[in-house]
């Protein structure tokens, strides 16, 4: 059985490429393989490219070229061979996928519900990314909801959880929470989640071709561009950076000073703008969330089961929203990935379409 892969190198994420792979005509013992049918591909995925190797999100699927790897993005994926007793073919699964046609993973913990890649090379990482749901025991999932929970489920989570971080510590005594890339999906969620109850002013922060697009979503107090951010009112306020432009925090921190009270580094969509790591700013430091340990603490607090009823009933409330906010694009094809993957990182993707791929043509 070939296969193929999608294939990008570390020092040049421009630089992607297609090659084939070599799959097992019958699974190993225990092992199970998938045929990866569509995944969703946003920013977020770019943020999975350049973050810091510490969150070793290229471990997840290594490739075989040195120094090249594979981005991981989430879609469904259907059993196609299973030397597992309790995983059977056909089953359909949704999860943290590579850009390929295949994947060969290693079920544990099966029940009803999901189960586990227990991969040797995965394990080190949060178990977060190694669970794959079964579609048939989703209440949630059904065919045409497919698009809406590649591309904002996973990124829900973040805002959910963000959501809570702040709720939790009382805004950390601000009334203003500002979010970098307001038109991000997971800047998007979370402004959603922050203005329900209206606890707080949720401004965003875009770049000026965005701004009629982010003001239509509704759940922004404020709308402003990258050059006009000077222009918020002072007072207690938190930053939420989903846009990783050294240049914008600096000059948020440098606007509020003091009166920052929390500062919160998410995504990192404006990656060629990295820099001035180290550098000392005005007001509170930034800290980077990093939402896997996040949920694990929460977890603890709440137990599993709590968990996914808080998180569950966050997105039955939003999912609407959401549907409404995007036009899904599909594409299909190993050159159709490349492109819209190269469009993803140029940042030349309209805000408003929600890319839902295949490398099957």
């Known amino acids: 059985m070939d296969g193929l892969d999608l294939i990008i190198n570390r020092a040049d994420l421009s630089e992607a490429e297609v090659v084939a792979s070599a799959l097992p005509d019958t699974p190993g013992d225990g092992t199970c393989v998938l045929r990866i049918d569509r995944f969703a591909l946003t920013a977020n995925n770019i943020t999975y490219a350049v973050a810091p190797e510490v969150l070793q999100y290229w471990a ?3 490739a075989e070229r040195e120094g090249w790897g594979r981005v991981p993005v989430w879609g469904f994926a259907e059993v196609v061979a299973s030397a597992h007793p309790g995983v059977a073919v056909g089953s359909r699964v949704y999860g943290y996928l590579p850009m390929s046609t295949h994947l060969v993973i290693r079920p544990e913990q099966v029940n009803r519900y999901s189960m586990l890649d227990g991969s040797a090379h995965r394990q080190p990482m949060s178990p977060i990314y190694n669970q794959y749901p079964f579609t048939a025991a ?4 059904s065919p045409e909801n497919e698009a809406l929970i590649s591309l904002f489920r996973p990124l829900f989570t973040t805002s959910f959880l963000l959501d809570d971080l702040h709720r939790s510590n009382g805004f950390f005594g601000a009334g203003r929470v500002v979010l970098s890339s307001a038109s991000s999906k997971t800047a998007m969620a979370l402004a959603h989640l922050l203005s329900r109850d209206g606890a707080v002013e949720v401004v965003g922060l ?5 701004i009629g697009f982010v003001e239509g979503l509704g759940c922004y107090g404020q709308v402003l561009s990258y050059d006009g ?3 918020i009112a002072e007072g207690p306020s938190c930053f939420v950076d989903m846009a990783g432009n050294a240049d914008v925090l600096r000059r948020v921190h440098g606007h509020f000073g003091d009166a920052l ?4 580094r998410v995504g990192l969509t404006h990656w060629q703008a990295l820099d001035g790591a180290g550098e000392v ?3 509170p430091k930034p800290e980077f969330f990093f939402a896997p340990a996040y949920a694990q603490q929460r977890i603890a607090d709440w137990e599993r089961d709590g968990f996914l009823q808080k998180a569950g009933a966050a997105w039955a409330g939003f999912a609407g929203t959401g549907a409404g906010w995007i036009r899904v694009v599909e594409d299909r094809g190993p050159e159709a990935v490349v492109a819209r993957y190269r469009a993803m990182l140029a940042g030349d993707v309209d805000p408003v379409e929600g890319l839902f791929l295949s490398m099957w043509g």
């Open 138 to 141: 989703d209440p949630a999932w």
């Open 261 to 264: 009270k929390n500062s919160c």
């Open 229 to 231: 951010l000077e222009e």
């Open 60 to 62: 997840f699927f290594p």
């Open 281 to 283: 700013l005005p007001g």
């Open 206 to 210: 875009t770049s000026a071709g965005n």
